[in-house]
């Protein structure tokens, strides 16, 4: 049992995550040609570590981690690690994408499972944000919960936003040539069910799941209370290094 269960928090819905660390990092590059993206530095420390320090301080006690591009770096980096404990999903021989990546790694994720990006950084509000979905979790109704983030505290975001939420919580797309309120955070809390029959192909997104999660109404988010920061170029990381300063 976590410190935080012992004090008496809400429980999570799960022990386990999966942390998506496969990318080829294009976006980042010059800082990537000679190391993966989630070994990029912010603040001092690697941002997979960012990631998995997170998970371990709210209780979570396992994580599975993909490798593809520069894997040697990372599946070293992780034996350094005592928590969570670690285990890596390789995908060496191809690089699986997001959807492909989790229907890989499925069977040591259980029927739930927390999912979030090895890059993404951010400010919990009142509670942690593993909680905060836990809180909201309804795996009768749900085959996904995402964590979404209001463009007025989406930092280093240039887009247009992704999502619609309505007054149930369900999830809609943005529509195309529009403006959508809430950026995906990178952060889920998933059900086993959202990867049952997956495509022929081994590799595709997971947008493929969430369109049919979508049709069938199980597509849910949750707003994120605090803040959070996209860090996916190098001119992005000294404005996260200055806002996490200041917490």
Same mark, same amino acid.
């Given at each position: 049992?976590?410190?935080?269960?012992?004090?008496?928090?809400?429980?999570?819905?799960?022990?386990?995550?999966?942390?998506?660390?496969?990318?080829?990092?294009?976006?980042?590059?010059?800082?990537?040609?000679?190391?993966?993206?989630?070994?990029?530095?912010?603040?001092?420390?690697?941002?997979? *570590?960012? =990631?998995?320090?997170?998970?371990? *301080?709210?209780?979570?006690?396992?994580?599975?981690?993909?490798?593809?591009?520069?894997?040697?770096?990372?599946?070293?980096?992780?034996?350094?690690?005592?928590?969570? &404990?670690? /285990?890596?999903? *390789?995908?060496?021989?191809?690089?699986?994408? /997001?959807?492909?990546?989790?229907?890989?790694? &499925?069977?040591?994720?259980? *029927?739930? #499972?927390?999912? @979030?990006?090895?890059?993404?950084?951010?400010?919990?509000?009142?509670?942690?944000? #593993?909680? &905060?979905?836990? =809180?909201?979790?309804? =795996?009768?109704?749900?085959?996904?919960?995402?964590?979404?983030?209001?463009?007025?505290?989406?930092?280093?975001?240039?887009?247009?936003?992704? #999502?619609?939420?309505?007054?149930?919580?369900?999830?809609?797309?943005?529509?195309?040539?529009?403006?959508?309120? +809430?950026? +995906?955070?990178?952060?889920?809390?998933?059900?086993?069910?959202?990867?049952?029959?997956?495509?022929?192909? /081994?590799?595709?997104?997971?947008?493929? +799941?969430?369109?049919?999660?979508?049709?069938?109404?199980? @597509?849910?988010? /949750?707003?994120?209370?605090?803040?959070?920061?996209?860090?996916?170029?190098?001119?992005?990381?000294?404005?996260?290094?200055?806002?996490?300063?200041?917490?």
């Amino acid at each position: 049992m976590s410190e935080r269960a012992r004090l008496g928090e809400e429980p999570l819905a799960s022990d386990v995550a999966m942390v998506m660390a496969a990318g080829l990092g294009k976006r980042m590059r010059p800082l990537t040609v000679s190391r993966p993206k989630p070994m990029v530095k912010v603040l001092g420390k690697p941002l997979i *570590d960012h =990631a998995l320090d997170r998970l371990a *301080d709210a209780g979570v006690s396992r994580a599975v981690v993909n490798v593809h591009y520069l894997a040697d770096a990372i599946e070293a980096h992780m034996k350094l690690r005592s928590a969570p &404990q670690v /285990t890596i999903s *390789d995908e060496r021989a191809e690089l699986l994408e /997001t959807g492909g990546g989790l229907v890989k790694a &499925q069977e040591a994720l259980g *029927d739930s #499972f927390f999912c @979030l990006n090895s890059d993404a950084m951010w400010i919990d509000g009142p509670r942690d944000v #593993f909680r &905060q979905l836990s =809180a909201a979790w309804d =795996a009768d109704k749900m085959d996904a919960l995402l964590l979404l983030v209001p463009h007025p505290r989406a930092h280093n975001y240039r887009g247009q936003g992704d #999502f619609h939420l309505s007054p149930l919580g369900q999830v809609s797309r943005r529509r195309p040539g529009r403006v959508a309120p +809430f950026v +995906f955070s990178g952060i889920q809390l998933c059900s086993s069910r959202l990867l049952r029959d997956p495509p022929q192909e /081994t590799k595709f997104s997971t947008n493929v +799941f969430w369109s049919r999660a979508i049709e069938e109404g199980r @597509l849910y988010g /949750t707003i994120h209370a605090g803040e959070w920061i996209e860090i996916g170029r190098p001119e992005h990381i000294a404005p996260a290094e200055e806002l996490f300063s200041r917490v």
